[in-house]
């Protein structure tokens, strides 16, 4: 009888080593699983970050260019208010001359005869008289 028990004992012992080694084996499975699905987040996670920073530089790029745009329209604003100051003086000095009464030519044609681009002489037509 204690053969028996003692083989009754060892079987059992070698199911519960034989499910142990299933179970572990079940556990090295599923940390090699774990282990690849860390490695792509890690991919993700580095494409994510390649990502970002790609997007950063484009803001920085769209930062500069809107300086410059600022830059630009703040320049265009003075020479506009720099063309505005000569036009003022330039009618000025246009309204001393006068024309002879009863001509038949206007200030403008006579401005176009003598070389003045269009935009001046309409400039000055109404300061002739």
């Given at each position: 009888?204690?053969?028996?028990?003692?083989?009754?004992?060892?079987?059992?012992?070698?199911?519960?080593?034989?499910?142990?080694?299933?179970?572990?084996a079940e556990?090295?499975?599923?940390?090699?699983?774990?282990?690849?699905?860390?490695?792509?987040?890690?991919?993700?996670?580095?494409?994510?970050?390649?990502?970002?920073?790609?997007?950063?530089?484009?803001?920085?790029?769209?930062?500069?260019?809107?300086?410059?745009?600022?830059?630009?329209?703040?320049?265009?604003?003075?020479?506009?208010?720099?063309?505005?100051?000569?036009?003022?003086?330039l009618m000025?000095?246009?309204?001393?001359?006068?024309?002879?009464?009863?001509?038949?030519?206007?200030?403008?044609?006579?401005?176009?005869?003598?070389?003045a681009d269009?935009?001046?002489?309409?400039?000055?037509?109404?300061?002739?008289?």
């Amino acid at each position: 009888m204690l053969i028996g028990a003692s083989v009754a004992q060892v079987e059992a012992g070698g199911k519960i080593v034989g499910q142990a080694g299933a179970t572990i084996a079940e556990v090295v499975t599923s940390i090699a699983r774990m282990t690849e699905l860390m490695g792509k987040i890690s991919v993700a996670a580095g494409e994510q970050d390649a990502g970002i920073s790609q997007i950063n530089a484009a803001m920085s790029d769209m930062d500069g260019v809107t300086q410059q745009n600022a830059a630009l329209v703040e320049e265009a604003a003075a020479a506009a208010g720099s063309l505005e100051q000569q036009t003022v003086q330039l009618m000025k000095l246009v309204s001393v001359f006068k024309l002879p009464a009863g001509s038949d030519r206007t200030a403008r044609q006579i401005a176009l005869s003598q070389g003045a681009d269009n935009l001046t002489a309409q400039l000055i037509s109404p300061t002739i008289e």
